[in-house]
């Protein structure tokens, strides 16, 4: 009989301490916006030095699960759709910058995400909405000539559809998509004239929400990203 060789793997202090204290977090032990026990506390409970303590409090931070703030406890984070999205913004970037394909499967990806989101801006927008959009739009038109300042009124505008749906988790995959695509956007918007085809497509997409038509406003949203996703490039492929 073959005898399968399984060795215990023996952890690290601070791992240990890791696990616990995530522990706390999940079973609700601690709270969102709880302070976290001192370094004192927790090395005296777990009979560890501070090292193991603070590179534990580490791992939490680096997860989302606390804020370390530099003089004072850590704190336990509230956990929304947007933080847990914001732990992936590094790596996202990382992957887009080095494959031209990853940029072009984010770039289909953000037409079909917004084809839905537009429908649902058509179907549940209010008068308030349709007067926070032309807001955007007005901000935009007073962009014109600062690249920078119109992307951001850009981002805003499609931000602001896909917070019409109220699903938070929509929003904020709106939002860490937009921010992924920035980088690649700006340099390509010194284009002259390429301001004015956004501008006309957004105040298309506008009117197709305010009528509350979900095909007219999908096709408007189709024609508007297809015809700018040529102006997001890796640097050196413009």
């Known amino acids: 009989m073959t005898v399968v060789s399984e060795p215990i793997v023996r952890k690290k202090l601070a791992d240990e301490v890791f696990a616990r204290l995530k522990l706390m977090i ?3 032990e601690l709270k969102a916006g709880d302070e976290m026990p001192s370094e004192r506390e927790l090395m005296e409970r777990y009979g560890v030095g501070r090292p193991a303590i603070r590179e534990a409090m580490q791992a939490l931070a680096g997860k989302g699960l606390v804020e370390i703030s530099h003089g004072e406890r850590a704190r336990v984070l509230h956990i929304t759709a947007e ?11 990382l992957m887009l910058s080095g494959s031209s394909d990853s940029l072009e499967h984010l770039k289909s990806a953000r037409i079909f995400f917004e084809r839905g989101m537009v429908r649902e801006a058509a179907a549940k927008a209010t008068p308030a909405h349709i007067a926070e959009l032309r807001a955007l739009l007005d901000k935009q038109k007073e962009s014109l000539g600062d690249a920078d300042a119109f992307i951001d009124a850009d981002m805003e505008f499609h931000q602001c559809i896909a917070r019409i749906s109220g699903n938070p988790i929509f929003a904020a995959v709106s939002g860490a998509m937009l921010g992924w695509l920035k980088s690649y ?13 956004t501008l006309a497509e957004h105040e298309e997409i506008i009117r197709a929400i305010e009528k509350g038509d979900a095909d007219l406003a999908e096709r408007a949203m189709i024609k508007h990203l297809e015809r700018s996703r040529a102006l997001y490039a890796l640097k050196g492929q413009k």
Not at 83 to 93: F, H, Y
Not at 187 to 195: D, F, Q, V
């Open 185 to 197: 956007h700006t340099e390509m918007l010194i284009w002259t004239g390429r301001e004015n085809f």
């Open 26 to 28: 999940e079973t609700g």
């Open 83 to 93: 933080s847990i999205i914001r732990q992936v913004d590094l790596p996202a970037k």
